[in-house]
């Protein structure tokens, strides 16, 4: 594995673990921490060995948003020319699985991070926000629109024009992370996790995030029409034939990813 500026990156078996490592800054997303993820996520989703990753960042931290000291001096034309941030395209453009494990703040950019990730499990010192209002700004990586997809408008409205922080407990009633765990448990139980997932057929993993996805980026009839021939082309796999095989004769299944 490379090494990286500003992140660790480890395998553990099939799961591949990246922790956001600039802890002067709480984690502040600025242009190396970028440049590294595009290169660690890109061999993650390149190595057949590798089934789902977890992304994570300190107890304190997991993000503090965009690095607002690198970002302060940027004009218009800086932002718009180079389209500004869109190089976090290369998270949701992973066809593999990637599990956010935050603890701490998750605010801004870190939010957003979280959010481009497949689910997120929240610690319970976890706290979420997109404080950009008082930046004199507003989200920039898809937080207005991830954001009121995943807790509704009246939540996600009141969060971008306040700025206030959402607890662990209100954002697992709200449906932003899908469980809570103690901080001291958070990055064993996502790779606990992520192995689980890593230990399914290979094809049907990339055709389940896809679909889940379908429901997030599109409208219900097409979402429906996508899930169906989907679940339609796993049949044309061996792996769907070892998977009711295995099941009718009462052992674990061989997935070959065929
Ligand atoms: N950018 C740059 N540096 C940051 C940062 C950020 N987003 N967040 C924290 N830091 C730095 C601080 O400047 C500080 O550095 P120094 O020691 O050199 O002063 C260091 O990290 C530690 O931070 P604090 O001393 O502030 O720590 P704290 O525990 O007192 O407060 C906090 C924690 C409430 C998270 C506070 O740091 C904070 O409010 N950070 C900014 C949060 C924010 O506004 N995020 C949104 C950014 S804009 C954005 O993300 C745009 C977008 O849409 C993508």
Same mark, same amino acid.
């Given at each position: ?10 395998t553990r078996g099939?799961v ?123 989200? =920039? %990586? $898809?937080?207005?629109?991830? /954001? ?7 939540? @996600?409205? #009141?969060?971008? +024009? ?29 790779v ?6 890593? =230990? %399914? $057929?290979?094809?049907?993993? /990339? ?7 379908? @429901?997030? #980026?599109?409208? +219900? ?38």
């Amino acid at each position: 594995i490379p090494t990286y500026e500003t992140l660790l990156v480890e395998t553990r078996g099939p799961v591949t673990l990246i922790t956001l490592n600039r802890p002067q800054a709480l984690n502040a997303l600025n242009s190396q921490i970028l440049a590294d993820l595009i290169a660690a996520l890109g061999a993650y989703d390149a190595d057949p060995g590798q089934g789902c990753a977890v992304l994570t960042g300190s107890e304190k931290a997991f993000a503090a948003g965009a690095d607002i000291k690198e970002m302060m001096t940027l004009s218009f034309a800086d932002v718009f020319g180079g389209d500004f941030f869109s190089g976090y395209d290369r998270v949701t453009a992973t066809r593999k699985p990637i599990i956010a494990a935050v603890a701490g703040y998750a605010l801004g950019g870190g939010c957003e991070l979280a959010m481009m990730c497949d689910f997120i499990l929240a610690a319970d010192n976890a706290k979420f926000g997109q404080p950009e209002i008082k930046l004199g700004v507003t989200p =920039g %990586m $898809g937080g207005s629109q991830r /954001l009121t997809r995943a807790v509704g408008k009246a939540k @996600a409205m #009141e969060m971008c +024009l306040t700025g206030r922080m959402m607890d662990a407990v209100e954002a697992e009633r709200s449906g932003l992370v899908s469980r809570i765990v103690p901080v001291s448990e958070l990055v064993d139980e996502a790779v606990k996790t992520a192995t689980t997932i890593a =230990g %399914m $057929g290979p094809l049907a993993v /990339l055709a389940n995030k896809e679909m889940v996805n379908a @429901a997030f #980026e599109t409208g +219900l009839k097409q979402g429906i029409s996508f899930e169906r021939r989907l679940f339609h082309g796993l049949f044309g796999t061996a792996d769907q034939t070892e998977g009711m095989a295995a099941f009718s004769e009462k052992r674990p299944a061989k997935w070959t990813g065929a």
